[in-house]
């Protein structure tokens, strides 16, 4: 991993993967892809509310269809408990917690 801060001295262009996601209610929100990880030979990625930084960001399971990546719902409960444990200490290793 690199010591790096990305911010606004940065000399080089920095990509944000931009995503429209679809609620339950039907309303469209713009999602940035922040970290990716991989889980039981799975990856997932985190993803946060373009326009509400400080909401709780959203975990989607990554699957290939064909040469395209896509975001799935984890319908899964097992799942979904289990990617969450390994996302929560994921992040306490990131914050030196671990």
Known sequence: MSD?????????????AVFI???EE???H?????????????????LLDRNDPEDDGV???????????????IEDDEEWETVMKAYEEL????NGQA
Do not use: K, P, S, W
């Open 91 to 94: 992040a306490a290793q990131e």
């Open 4 to 16: 790096h801060v990305h911010d606004e001295n940065c000399d080089h262009d920095h990509e944000e």
């Open 30 to 46: 713009e999602m940035v892809l922040v970290y990716t990880f991989e889980n039981n030979g799975r990856v997932y990625a985190v």
């Open 21 to 23: 996601v679809t609620d």
């Open 59 to 73: 975990i989607f399971r990554v699957e290939e269809d064909g040469e395209d990546e896509v975001l799935v719902n």
């Open 26 to 28: 039907g309303n469209e």
